[in-house]
């Protein structure tokens, strides 16, 4: 079993000492506390610590605040993105994390942020308004016309038909007599709307008969901003001048961000790493029983660390107790994955899928052998192989990957170092670089080594996928019969798993008994009788009556098409191998056919190399990752695993920009 052995356990601490311990336990980073039921006491016992959390979860939400708000404006160089982050003594992050200068930083931030709002909006206004302008170029009349009018004047503003204009000012002028203005802009050149903008200028009396000229000819009327009042070109300038003075407003305030982002980003950063701390440490506090003096805290911890974790509480003998104690009934211990360095790689592989049960098989050593494998045969290229690990090997050691980009990185190298073994067997080299171009013909003792020729005899390599594929679901039902054993369910493993096993056995061994010496073959079909009968009588046993177990038992035979998919869906390697190897080749085909071009030709010849293979490793490696990962998690899963278990999430330094270290 590669899952860590755990145990729960219980301490009862003095408050004295509590934040002191637990800050400890954190550093050794291997305890997961546990909610324990609260009576009303507790609660009221754990008031000061929530009080505690809530007031430091308010400050990080401060502090997010802060770093959303200046990392644009942050002119120091930036980490690479596989950067290891600094390494800081948590009794600097404590020295940093000066509250009260924290909050008169963040006063300033906020000052600054709401001058920057407030310029742009009032930019934005602003040229709202210029662009509004824009539009009533050349009226001639005060603007206040047309939002207000005067005691006696009112003017309203807005378009008509180009084609009615001049029946409307005959009609203007004979219904008013005169006693009005119409204003009708200048077409404006590309303006194909077929409409002109018209003002009009009238006394207040003869509103009603405005109105009927006005609907009339279908007038279309235009709003006008409440704000203006003098004329169009006034206006203009008024808002103009508006603009460039909130323009020097938000410089102004920009560049005092970029001043307080040199000046103390840094900082907020090292005290939300510290406050972050803090955070999870008393998240754990809270998870206890409390009375005046004593924290009662429940944790488990893998058995490993049982040492380790006596010492920490050796040094406060007369203030902690430690107690191992059995977990409640139903109780399911975290599981937290432990494997041999080879399998560590693909442990995030595992993770993606779900958390194995604590007490059943953590599939991570099973998958790892199968998952290297089906990579190196999809990607299938030893140059591309060569390229790819070579990069990814770079970059975990230049740039001292950890954790789960580390793994994952190091299952991608070893899934390459596959394909350039695989690659060299089937004697793809960046395709059929070595045959198709003569300068690389001095390489052609690398093809010694090739065995297989999928191009030309695919049929072999479909053998192998498919004969690969049988083996690794006879090893899920081989897994998956072991685990129902030991949970003592034997007929289950006898009968569902190994019914099962013995049938598809049976089955290619009766495929392939034409191969076999005559006195051979019965014994082939013998076992596959055997093992459908085994299912046939064993299938339906959960029925009570006779017919309905033999029913049930026939029927469950039909599931033979469900494997035989599962088998099939193997092909797939082939189907992989032989599509990253059809790319190379298509790409240096491609090449050869332009590099005979005068002058252009070998540079175009070498961008199309260059660019087609970058092209085909990213599209390659890709495809070969998923339906590698495919096979595990839907054919080989399937047979065995249960992913219902929980994370294992010890309290631990959880900080994002720096990485915590002693003393």
């Known amino acids: 079993m590669a899952l860590a052995e755990m145990q729960k356990a219980r301490v009862v601490l003095h408050k004295s000492v509590a934040d002191e311990v637990l800050l400890k336990i954190q550093r050794l980073g291997c305890c997961e506390f546990v909610d324990q039921e609260k009576s009303a006491a507790d609660e009221t016992s754990s008031a000061v610590l929530c009080s505690r959390l809530r007031h430091i979860e308010d400050l990080l939400g401060e502090t997010r605040y802060v770093i959303r708000f200046l990392e644009p404006y942050d002119s120091s160089p930036k980490k690479g993105l596989f950067a290891a982050p600094e390494g800081v003594d948590l009794s600097v992050l404590a020295q940093r994390a000066d509250e009260n200068e924290f909050m008169s930083f963040l006063s300033k931030v906020h000052d600054v942020d709401r001058r920057i709002s407030d310029a742009r909006a009032a930019c934005s206004k602003a040229r709202g308004f210029i662009a509004q302008l824009e539009n009533f170029r050349g009226v001639p009349y005060p603007l206040e016309l047309f939002t207000q009018g005067t005691g006696l004047v009112a003017g309203v503003l807005g378009t008509i038909a180009e084609a009615r204009i001049a029946e409307m000012q005959k009609t203007v002028a004979e219904t008013l007599e005169g006693m009005s203005e119409l204003y009708v802009a200048p077409p404006k050149p590309g303006d194909n709307s077929g409409t002109r903008l018209v003002g009009f200028v009238y006394r207040r009396v003869d509103e009603p008969k405005v109105a009927t000229i006005l609907e009339s000819f279908a007038f279309s009327r235009t709003e006008v901003a409440k704000e203006f009042s003098a004329s169009v070109e006034e206006e203009m300038a008024r808002y103009q001048s508006e603009l460039d003075t909130q323009l020097r407003v938000e410089a102004e305030a920009l560049a005092q ?152 990185f190091l299952a991608l190298v070893a899934g390459n170092l596959v394909a350039v073994v695989w690659g060299a067997i089937t004697g793809s080299w960046f395709g059929d670089s070595l045959d198709a171009f003569s300068f690389l013909h001095f390489l052609q003792p690398l093809k010694q080594v090739q065995i297989l020729d999928p191009m030309n005899d695919p049929m072999t390599l479909l053998v192998i996928s498919l004969a690969i594929g049988f083996v690794q679901i006879l090893f899920g039902l081989s897994v998956g019969m072991r685990q ?54 064993t299938q339906g046993r959960e029925k009570k009556s006779f017919f309905g177990k033999l029913f049930s038992g026939v029927m469950s035979l039909y599931n033979i098409t469900g494997y035989l998919g599962d088998v099939l869906s193997y092909s797939r390697l082939l189907a992989l191998g032989l599509g990253s190897a059809a790319v190379g080749m298509v790409v240096n085909l491609l090449a050869n056919l332009v590099s005979g071009t005068p002058y252009v030709g070998v540079p175009l010849a070498v961008l199309i190399f260059v660019f087609g293979h970058l092209f085909s490793v990213a599209v390659n490696m890709l495809g070969a990752f998923i339906h590698s990962l495919r096979l595990q998690y839907v054919e080989f899963f399937s047979k065995f695993y249960e992913a219902n278990g929980s994370d294992f999430t010890p309290l631990r330094m959880e900080t994002h920009y720096v990485r915590v270290t002693d003393s």
């Open 484 to 537: 129902s054993w030991k949970a003592g369910d034997k007929m289950g493993a006898l009968a569902d798993k190994g019914g099962w096993m013995v049938l598809l056995i049976g089955l290619v061994l009766t495929g392939l008994a034409s191969g076999f010496p005559e006195g051979v073959r019965p014994l082939c079909y013998g076992v596959a009788i055997l093992g459908a009968l085994i299912l046939v009588a």
């Open 257 to 408: 961000a970029e001043t307080l982002a040199s000046e103390g980003l840094a900082k907020v950063r090292l005290s939300s790493d510290y406050w972050n701390i803090q955070r999870v440490q008393l998240e754990a506090a809270i998870t206890g029983q409390q009375t005046e003096q004593i924290a009662l805290l429940d944790f488990w911890f893998p058995r490993e660390c049982l040492e380790s974790i006596r010492g920490v509480f050796a040094e406060y003998g007369d203030y902690s107790e430690l107690f191992l104690i059995e977990p409640d009934e139903g109780e399911l211990p975290p599981s937290l994955l432990e494997n041999a360095v080879w399998s560590q790689p693909v442990e995030p592989l595992t993770a993606m899928y779900g958390t194995p049960t604590y007490g059943g098989v953590d599939p991570t050593p099973l998958i790892a052998p199968f998952f290297f494998l089906f990579f190196g045969m999809c990607f299938g290229d030893a140059g591309y192989g060569l390229l790819i690990s070579a990069l990814l090997s770079f970059l975990i050691v230049r740039h001292r990957l950890s954790g789960t980009v580390r793994k994952f």
